[in-house]
């Protein structure tokens, strides 16, 4: 059982989900239950299953991303503050593909610039 820090507290649904989803980037997943005790929130049975199949030990930190659902996205950072997780999802986009809203509103003036040098 490990305590979800209480920051967490304000971004759950009331009533509390019995259950959550703890969600790696390499795409495995685990559902974990979650028990209210007084102010504190905890993540019980499930939890230990994903202690065990992610070798988690003191000294590693892990970075957990909650969806205001069910989902907790969990980064795992070794000793050395290095993610575990190499095989993060990758999408390469060059800006210079995309015009954005302004350019287009640029190109408008110009156009009715020109038009109105035209007359």
């Keep these: 059982m490990v305590a979800i820090p209480l920051g967490f507290n304000e971004y759950f649904p009331d009533p509390l989900p019995i259950t959550v989803d703890l969600l790696d980037?390499?795409?495995?997943?685990?559902?974990?239950?979650?028990?209210?005790?007084?102010?504190?929130?905890f993540l019980t049975l499930g939890w230990e299953n994903f202690v065990?199949?992610?070798n988690l030990e003191?000294?590693?930190?892990?970075?957990?991303?909650?969806?205001?659902?069910?989902?907790?996205?969990v980064i795992i950072f070794a000793h050395d503050m290095c993610s575990e997780f190499r095989g993060f999802p990758q999408v390469i986009v060059d800006v210079d593909d995309y015009e954005t809203?302004?350019?287009?509103?640029?190109?408008?003036?110009?156009?009715?610039?020109?038009?109105?040098?035209?007359?």
Excluded: H, P
């Design 25 to 41: 980037y390499s795409g495995r997943s685990w559902t974990v239950r979650m028990k209210k005790i007084g102010e504190n929130v």
């Design 52 to 54: 065990k199949d992610n």
């Design 58 to 73: 003191d000294g590693k930190y892990l970075n957990f991303i909650y969806d205001c659902d069910r989902t907790f996205y």
């Design 101 to 119: 809203c302004e350019d287009e509103d640029e190109d408008v003036e110009e156009a009715q610039q020109q038009k109105e040098n035209n007359k």
